[in-house]
């Protein structure tokens, strides 16, 4: 006995619903997008300072170190040459330079941990401009770095520094234009290195020297030939000597005292304007924030 089976039928179990196709838009680029993505990177470094409490503090204890350590330990020692002004106050505008100067440079260092930890990849295929990244987290750092500033600014009565309205506001714009330019030049040098401990080490030698030579802890007049040329070719000098300029003119010294303490910067005996520093200190903000946009668009 036989048996026949019928033929079986091809698997014909395709789904006969229309296949639904889900199109992606991209918006196009305005003016208003890319300003919205500056805010936004903006705004994430206020974020990520703001919830790193540690780093809030710990970015203080260099600059009060040198300000109440330092100045108390040599004010003994350099009393004769400071004519009777304390040294804490002689310092002071030093001090406020440098605590911009190092969180504007510890600030820029994040965009190598972006690197690291991929989210930079992520910012890069966003469908803006990479100069709105950079511009965004170029403000981002300066405000971070002028908020801690300003935090240092609050204790000017401590080192007998008067609290002055004019003052305040004068600190605070030097204090802006410095953030400004070290952020560019933290970007700038960030956006090459690919390791943490590779931008320490440039860091160190680089941020350093440019404090010491910058006459933040030594009057700008008097010195070696060679140390004389390093100093008028120091950017922080020119941020370092207006604010000097700016608190002595509010402090009630002697004439003597006001001349050796505060003799300003010089180029071939001609006295720089403070505001023709100031002008020095934005503008190379503004050469060193369009070097590091042209590297971060050329990057990979």
């Known amino acids: 006995m036989t048996t026949t089976s019928e033929p079986t039928k091809p698997d014909t179990a395709i789904d006969s619903e229309p296949i639904q196709i889900v199109r992606v838009s991209v918006p196009k680029r305005s003016a208003r997008s890319e300003l919205r993505a500056i805010k936004i990177v903006w705004r994430r470094e206020l974020i990520r300072f703001a919830n790193d409490r540690i780093r809030i503090v710990t970015m203080l204890v260099q600059p009060f170190m040198y300000l109440f350590v330092l100045g108390a330990g040599l004010q003994g020692l350099s009393k004769a040459g400071t004519h009777g002004v304390d040294f804490k106050t002689f310092i002071y505008p030093g001090i406020l330079c440098m605590v911009v100067m190092f969180t504007a440079m510890f600030s820029a260092a994040s965009i190598v ?10 910012m890069m295929v966003a469908p803006v401009r990479r100069s709105s990244i950079v511009i965004g987290k170029c403000l981002g750092v300066a405000t ?14 401590l080192v007998h520094v008067p609290y002055n309205v004019g003052l305040i506001f ?44 910058s006459g933040a802890m030594f009057p700008a007049s008097g010195l070696p ?10 950017p922080l000098a020119y941020a370092v000597d207006p604010m000097r300029r700016l608190v002595f003119s509010h402090l009630n010294i002697s004439p003597v005292a006001r ?37 971060f668009s050329a990057s990979e």
């Open 225 to 234: 030939g060679w140390l004389t040329v390093l100093n008028r070719l120091d």
């Open 259 to 295: 001349h050796v303490l505060d003799p300003g910067l010089t180029w071939w005996g001609w006295h720089v304007p403070a505001l023709l520093e100031a002008g020095v200190v934005f503008g190379l903000g503004v050469i060193l924030l369009s070097v590091a946009i042209w590297e």
């Open 144 to 157: 971070v770095a002028s908020g801690q500033g300003l935090i240092v600014l609050a204790i000017a009565g």
């Open 113 to 122: 941990w972006d690197r690291e930890f991929g989210f930079l990849r992520e």
């Open 170 to 213: 004068g600190v605070l714009g030097l204090q802006l234009l410095l953030a400004f330019a070290i952020a560019a030049f933290g970007l700038a040098v960030a956006i090459r290195i690919k390791q943490m401990q590779s931008f320490m080490g440039v860091m160190q030698m680089v941020v350093m020297p440019m404090y010491f030579i």
